[in-house]
């Protein structure tokens, strides 16, 4: 059973850094896809950062230049580094990844708030 499990948020004032870390259970090359994605209350779930297991990364522009996410093969780890941060970025954010069969795995989350 595939455990992905996230640290590292807290409370940060706006224009300060965060760096979140996915540790999962097994290798990180198992899969395809790995990326970080957040909820803010009463919004819907959203794309922060993926990377593919080639190294290709992806992000939308409300975080591009602030956010980059990276990988650590050795610990099995993800990271996300979040930098100038906004008010707006408050959320719980979420690990994932994705194997080549489409199986989608989640982290619990954690809590990041940014006050202004």
């Known amino acids: 059973q595939v455990q992905l499990v996230e640290s590292g948020g807290g409370l940060v004032q706006a224009g300060g850094s965060l760096r979140l870390s996915c540790a999962a259970s097994?290798?990180?090359?198992?899969?395809?896809?790995m990326g970080w994605y957040r909820q803010a209350p009463g919004k819907q779930r959203e794309l922060v950062a993926d990377m593919t297991s080639g190294g290709s990364t992806n992000y939308p522009d409300s975080v591009k230049g602030r956010f980059t996410i990276s990988r650590d093969n050795a610990k099995n780890t993800v990271y996300l580094q979040m930098n100038s941060l906004k008010p707006e970025d408050g959320a719980v954010y979420y690990c994932?990844?994705?194997?080549?069969?489409?199986?989608?795995?989640w982290g619990q989350g954690t809590q990041v708030t940014v006050s202004s």
């Open positions: 994932a990844a994705a194997n080549k069969y489409g199986i989608i795995y």
């Open positions: 097994g290798s990180i090359f198992s899969f395809n896809v």
